[in-house]
DNA sequence: ATGGGGGCATGAGAATCCTGGTGGTGGAGG
DNA sequence: CCTCCACCACCAGGATTCTCATGCCCCCAT
């Protein structure tokens, strides 16, 4: 999942970051409502973890701004304990859930799952192609019926590739759904990985490659 | 089986949740609605005991809330022995069970696990699988057989492992189950159970490890 | 046909992460 | 006082991930 932290402390900024890729997801950070609302044209974000109190562009604009052009967005608002009243007013203002300081990263990152999961309500559990089958709630791939031992990003980068059925996904798109924005985008992760892969899932060959376009399935 | 007890009298809060843990659960306690409103954003408990008579928001307001936004847990209304017609009342509101002072530990402790087996769509009392057989009810655990002691926290870990019926399960999934809030985030309590229920349970191994994913059994 | 050049595959490490395991501490309870 | 349980600090081995370097193949302009 894509998230993006709006925090004006860095250090806290770090933490929930940290914490969120220790959940495997794709985290993003930035340090003020301008920067914020700028990686809107760039990225699509499942999940926007966004402090109310920040310099510059105010938290509630931000939030506004989400909630206007971004349907699938959601987003979680971090206050201070002192607002706590004005749980009403984040909500009104698009805010999807509310999480007062000080916090446990547990809570948030339980709230973040959450929030996914109702923006990504209905994912079929088993998808199937060109042989292989893949069981997103076991974390287990099959070639054949035989059972393929995979490790983490191999497993979400075919993940990537089931998903888009048949259609050519580039290292570009492979790089935003698996990896955060931090990593080099000239990375040769990708290739190793989809080298990995096809090792792995043996002949035939079930991943292809579409040279200048991206990788696809069969 | 994660549990907030909502019981504005602390030392009975702390005798019931007391009697709880002893049942292998993790208890969170608050002493008002309010508070127990906010708990709701972070974790999803398996089941509530939920006094009525609360200071601020109602015990009723508290349940209607659950009722309607958490489908998966249960609820279990703890009332005066006076209120003992509101019965059907607090059934309308959407409780699960109704249980009037005074009670015996024992017997508000067989509800919750009854509840919780609810909670869970059948799931049978007596979980079995690879040669492990866990009866719930009586907190027993036998490998091919053999009975193993296993002490709470073990007990809760493979209760979970077990639920999750071959499904790799993370070690923040098994934090939020069988530890309550009170926990360090980046513990290690997690692996050390499932380290000390390896030993316990023997060769062959029947807990095994998804590295970067989870553990999971057979 | 031929000599680049871009895009890609591959191999060999290096850095990092993950995990099982040891030893020890503190607290609850007998 | 002793035992058991829960937990932490820490370590070492192994797997994973990623970079660097190299080589292949196809296309195309010469």
Redesign the interface.
């Known amino acids: 999942m894509r998230i993006l932290v709006v925090e004006d402390e860095p250090l806290l900024a770090d933490a929930v970051a940290e914490?969120l890729r220790?959940?495997?997801h794709a985290v993003d950070i930035v340090f003020d409502g301008a920067a914020a609302l700028e990686r809107f044209g760039v990225n699509d974000y499942d999940v926007v973890v966004l402090d109310r109190d920040l310099p510059g562009v105010h938290g509630d604009q931000v939030c506004r701004a989400i909630a206007a052009g971004h349907g699938e967005t959601r987003v979680l608002m971090l206050t201070a304990a002192s607002d706590i009243d004005d749980r009403v007013t984040g909500l009104a203002l698009g805010a999807d859930?509310?999480?007062p300081k000080p916090f446990?990263?547990?809570?948030l990152?339980?709230?973040v799952a959450a929030l996914g999961r109702r923006a990504r309500p209905a994912a079929p559990p088993v998808l199937e192609r060109a042989g292989i089958t893949l069981d997103t709630?076991?974390?287990q791939v099959f070639r054949d019926g035989r059972y393929v031992p995979l490790?983490?990003k191999e497993f979400a980068v075919l993940t990537e590739l089931l998903r888009a059925d048949g259609a050519p996904v580039s290292a570009e798109q492979l790089l935003e759904k698996a990896w955060d924005e931090h990593t080099d985008p000239f990375t040769q992760a990708v290739r190793m990985t989809i080298l990995k892969l096809r090792r792995k899932l043996g002949d035939p060959p079930v991943v292809l490659t579409d040279p200048g376009v991206g990788y696809f399935l069969k």
């Open positions: 914490w220790g959940e495997s859930d509310y999480l446990a990263f547990r809570e990152a339980a709230r709630h076991r974390h490790s983490r």
